[in-house]
C-alpha cells in the first residue's frame, strides 16, 4: 500500500513563505505524476499543482508565480514552496500520487494565512 505523509504546513502571516514536504512510500518515479491539492473549509478540494514524471508541471491559475511544485527522486519526495501567501490560500494541502492502477492521497497538512 502506497503512503504520501506531508509535512510542513503551519500558521503565517500574509506575504510570508511555507514550504511543503511529502514523501512516499514508493520511488516517486513509479508514478505518472504527483501533485498537491488543497481544501478550504466550504469548498470541494480543488487543484494546487502537479508534477509528472517527466518534470512537466502544472499550477492553478491562482497560484501561478507565487508557488513552485519540484521533486527530489532519490529522497521520494515531493516540494511544494508557496511565497506571497494570501489568506485566500488558507486550506488543507493533500499529496497526491497517480499511478499503478490507483490515485493514492495523504492525510493533509493545514496551512492557515492570517492578514
Known amino acids: 500500500q502506497v503512503q504520501l505523509v506531508e509535512s510542513g504546513g503551519g500558521l503565517v502571516q500574509a506575504g510570508e513563505s511555507l514550504t511543503l514536504s511529502c514523501v512516499a512510500s514508493e520511488r516517486i518515479l513509479t508514478f505518472d505524476a504527483m501533485g498537491w491539492y488543497r481544501q478550504a473549509p466550504g469548498r470541494q478540494r480543488e487543484l494546487v499543482a502537479t508534477i509528472n514524471r517527466f518534470g512537466g508541471t502544472n499550477y492553478a491559475d491562482s497560484v501561478k508565480g507565487r508557488f513552485t511544485v519540484s521533486r527530489v527522486n532519490a529522497r521520494n519526495t515531493v516540494y511544494l514552496q508557496m511565497n506571497s501567501l494570501k489568506p485566500e490560500d488558507t486550506a488543507d494541502y493533500y499529496c497526491?500520487?497517480?499511478?499503478?492502477?490507483?490515485?493514492?492521497w495523504g492525510k493533509g497538512t493545514l496551512v492557515r494565512v492570517s492578514s
Open positions: 497526491n500520487a497517480v499511478g499503478l492502477g490507483e490515485n493514492y
